[in-house]
């Protein structure tokens, strides 16, 4: 319920009454002095979509100048033709910074892991928590609207002291949640930017009717999910035993995993015996190790188990495939 204090602030800097907004968003006044309270995704939704138009500023007021109401879907068109979403991003960022040079958007990346900074030029006052909450779950949810896919973040940073609603960054970002940071950053995969973008002008119009959720809640459909499986399995071979075990590290169910690895044209038998097969073909060849050794190393419960599956693979035992994959003496 603070972000919707944050809001109504909003209308009283502009001397406005928010009155009809909380109406449509069935929210008593009464409630945002609440010290705990809540209110729904789609009630947040309501509020800020009748802050945004009737205050005219999709910034709600954070900002020493205005966002006119259509700013973000202006920004969101501009990337739209990128050839992929790491240059959309860097395309959105500059762009943003024409709007306004109170804060600063970039996108940076080091090796196997991305970010979203935002480095902050002018004093945001009281709406500084809402501002950068807001302005990083719109940029990350455009991506994954973008690309049609979920981005799980790594990591979230906040440049502010944990607030009292503190156990909701969780549920907005990621569980690895940090407050008192230099800036505020979101972490993520960096092959996620590298997939092309799969929406077009139609369906940015289509969007656009109702973009709201995007900031709101959490996209969910993703289609690294086979790279995750994969790097989930060679990681820890003795941790995604069952389906049930796997899905519960990724953060999905059981269910949703198999689901959408279908959509990805995989089954998750295939990537265990894919992952298992290079993993065991590796020790066999580059190590000594006795089979039961290997046969653990590449996640089998037992080494009768294992040497089924080789010989399913390979036509040969493991004993037999090092034996006549090792040059004559």
């Not at 500059?94 to 804060?103: A, E, F, N, S, V």
């Not at 989930?232 to 590290?249: F, N």
Request: charged share 20%; glycine share 6%.
């Amino acid at each position: 319920m603070a972000f919707a204090s944050t809001i109504v602030a909003a209308y009283q800097r502009a001397g406005r009454d928010p009155g009809n907004a909380l109406q449509l968003a069935q929210i008593p006044p009464a409630r945002l002095i609440e010290a705990d309270g809540r209110m729904t995704a789609r009630q947040m939704e309501v509020l800020s979509g009748a802050a945004m138009q009737e205050l005219d500023d999709e910034g709600l007021g954070a900002f020493s100048r205005r966002l006119p109401w259509g700013s973000y879907g202006m920004l969101a068109r501009a990337s739209l033709s990128a050839p992929d979403l790491g240059v959309a991003l860097k395309r959105w960022c500059r762009h943003h910074g024409l709007l306004t040079g109170d804060i600063r958007l970039s996108v940076v990346s080091a090796g196997a892991q991305a970010a979203i900074v935002i480095d902050e030029h002018a004093d945001l006052g009281a709406a500084r928590e809402f501002t950068l909450v807001h302005v990083l779950r719109n940029i990350h949810g455009l991506a994954c609207w973008y690309v049609d896919s979920r981005i799980p973040l790594q990591e979230a940073r906040f440049p502010f002291p944990a607030p009292p609603y503190a156990e909701v960054f969780p549920i907005l970002f990621t569980p690895a949640v940090s407050f008192g940071t230099q800036r505020a950053e979101l972490h993520f995969d960096a092959r996620y930017l590298a997939l092309p973008l799969r929406r077009d002008e139609a369906a940015l119009s289509q969007m656009l009717q109702r973009a709201l959720p995007l900031t709101v809640l959490q996209y969910r459909r993703d289609r690294l999910l086979v790279q995750r499986v994969r790097q989930a399995l060679s990681a820890q071979p003795l941790q995604t035993h069952s389906a049930e075990a796997l899905a519960a590290l990724l953060a999905v169910s059981s269910r949703t995993l198999h689901r959408q690895l279908k959509d990805e044209g995989a089954t998750l038998q295939g990537l265990k015996d894919e992952v298992r097969r290079a993993r065991a073909t590796e020790l066999l060849l580059r190590t000594n190790r006795p089979i039961k050794q290997v046969a653990a190393a590449a996640g089998f419960l037992n080494e009768k188990s294992f040497i089924r599956a080789f010989r399913g693979w390979t036509g040969q035992s493991p004993a037999e495939f090092r034996q006549q994959a090792m040059p004559p003496a």
